[in-house]
Nanobody, 128 residues
Framework: QVHLVESGGGLVQPGGSLRLSCLAS???????????VGWFRQYPGEGRQAVSCESPMDDKIYYADSVKGRFTISSDNAKNTTYLQMNSLEPEDTAVYYC??????????????????WGQGTQVTVSS
């Protein structure tokens, strides 16, 4: 069973940067590169919204329009870790951020139902 643990959240001022990390355990022998990994975020009282996804099996990377140009997803397959580098943070980025993963490729990367594994979330607060 894949288990995801996020880290790196916290309080940052507008315009600042944070890097979230997601460490995956229980990865099969096929390797981390056979999993699509991504990030969702959730505002209080709202549903989860897709932020980014990296799908190595079909060599695709996706970003929500709201973060494109500011956020970058990357992975270190040797460490079974994916990252979300967040730059130029805005108060609107304040949310709980979840790491997600699924084996293979999601047909709809933005659909939370596409992912079998979820982390517990890490709080990101952007405030002066």
């Amino acid at each position: 069973q894949v288990h995801l643990v996020e880290s790196g959240g916290g309080l940052v001022q507008p315009g600042g940067s944070l890097r979230l990390s997601c460490l995956a355990s229980g990865i099969t022998a096929s390797g981390f590169e056979h999993y699509a990994v991504g990030w969702f975020r959730q505002y209080p009282g709202e549903g989860r919204q897709a932020v980014s996804c990296e799908s190595p099996m079909d060599d695709k990377i996706y970003y929500a329009d709201s973060v494109k140009g500011r956020f970058t997803i990357s992975s270190d397959n040797a460490k079974n870790t994916t990252y979300l580098q967040m730059n130029s943070l805005e108060p609107e980025d304040t949310a709980v951020y979840y790491c997600v993963a699924t084996l293979g490729q999601p047909s709809r990367w933005y659909d939370e139902r596409a992912y079998d594994y979820w982390g517990q979330g890490t709080q990101v607060t952007v405030s002066s």
